[in-house]
């Protein structure tokens, strides 16, 4: 049979994705490779376990491709253990604090407003804010973390998990004070690196491996690989529980899976052999270029700006107008997603800014210039609208 219908909207997506320019820094395009491996006959296979410890027989490749992305993994994120099962960020998360936590355990993350996350003990709607209670850290006026802050708000509420990890923090994050922190309570420290793991495999971002205790991270963003997650533990991490390893795994699966997607582990592979390359370093660095290009661009032109060190900025476009500003961006071809601001006093239904990233259109090939005239564009669209 062929899906008209579906052919056509799928065609269509592709002609949106091929002529709009594409801001939303967690978006990227994956190669033909990834796409290939996403597209195979894997997608029919079942798999609950892990290599060579399946639930079902026929996994003689289907193991070797795991084991391929296991160790592919490892090498270009230096852990020592990595589970690649997860179907996204927000099982991975909820695995890692499943396997961690006992229920009213206190879980510590950045407050989403600021920049955090769901999965990361956003209170009362989310797994990990029902389960678990939880107490979130905010940023600055000037959109930072405050570490002293930081390091005083733990110590008072000793939390037994900090997560760290942003969605719209456009610093450098201090892994290592991060972890120095998480010690004086005897916290488990994980590291959400799903924004920034493209720039930290490319070696423009510190890598968390010596700091915290396990990472995480989906891999479609600026990995450019799939939409997938894997968890990985760190060598502190074992000489704080030596069973760490095993109780992840447990957690994914049957903890919280079934079947892992094998064709999505091919393409997380693909993705990170793709990552161990000169190329890719070259495209990270060229990522935080454009970013600090497009951030200075938009100050030249007169807007606020928050950032940047990173991939991403937050633009502040006047009190409650972010979603006005990102619909009218959109109809003039520009994609991007209406985001608080710091302190935002518009709260988060009407946010008063917009949150841009450079990871997409830089796998396209544009560069500075590019960035630069588009800041210009932008600013007359936003100042006008
Ligand atoms: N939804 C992702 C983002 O856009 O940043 C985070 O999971």
Redesign the pocket.
């Known amino acids: 049979m062929i899906d008209k219908k579906i052919r056509d909207l799928i065609k269509k997506e592709e002609e949106r994705q091929e002529k709009l320019v594409h801001l939303?820094?967690?978006e990227n395009f994956a190669s033909e490779e990834v796409r290939m491996a996403l597209g195979s006959c894997l997608t029919n296979k079942y798999a609950e376990g892990y290599p060579g410890r399946r639930y079902y027989q026929g996994n003689g490749f289907i193991d070797e491709i795991e084991n391929l992305a296991i160790e592919r993994g490892k090498k270009i994120l230096g852990v020592e253990h990595l589970n690649v099962q997860p179907y996204s960020?927000s099982p991975a998360n909820s695995a890692i604090q499943m396997a961690l936590l006992e229920r009213e355990d206190k879980i510590c993350g950045l407050k989403l407003s600021a920049g955090g996350?769901l999965t990361h003990g956003h209170p009362k709607i989310t797994f990990s804010g029902k389960f678990f209670e939880n107490v979130q850290y905010d940023v600055e006026e000037d959109g930072r973390i405050d570490y002293k802050k930081l390091e005083e708000f733990v110590l008072k509420e000793k939390p037994k998990m900090i997560m760290v990890g942003t969605?719209?923090y456009p610093w450098i994050l201090d892994f290592k004070k991060f972890g120095e922190i998480g010690d004086k309570v005897g916290a488990w420290v994980v590291a959400d690196v799903?924004?920034i793991i493209g720039l930290i495999v490319g070696g423009v971002h510190p890598s968390p491996v010596d700091y915290v205790h396990v990472i995480m991270s989906?891999t479609h963003?600026s990995l450019r690989g799939p939409r997938g997650a894997f968890i990985g533990v760190t060598k502190k991490g074992l000489e704080k529980d030596p069973e760490l390893s095993s109780k992840i795994d447990k957690a994914v699966f049957p903890g919280l899976q079934g079947g892992p997607h094998e064709n999505n582990i091919a393409a997380m592979a693909v993705c990170f052999a793709e990552a161990d390359t000169q190329n890719f370093r070259d495209y990270a660095t060229q990522v935080v270029k454009n970013a600090k290009v497009l951030a200075e661009a938009l100050k030249k032109n007169g807007l606020k700006v928050f950032g940047t060190e990173n991939h991403l900025m937050v633009v502040d476009v006047g009190k409650g107008r972010g979603k006005e500003v990102a619909v009218r961006l959109e109809e003039e071809g520009i994609v991007c997603?209406a985001n608080t601001v710091p302190h935002d006093k518009a709260g988060p239904f009407r946010p008063s800014g917009i949150r841009i990233g450079t990871p997409a259109m830089t796998t396209k090939g544009w560069k500075e210039k590019e960035f630069e005239d588009l800041a210009k564009r932008m600013a007359k669209i936003i100042k006008v609208n």
């Open positions: 939303i820094p967690s960020g996350h969605t719209a799903s924004h989906t963003k997603n």
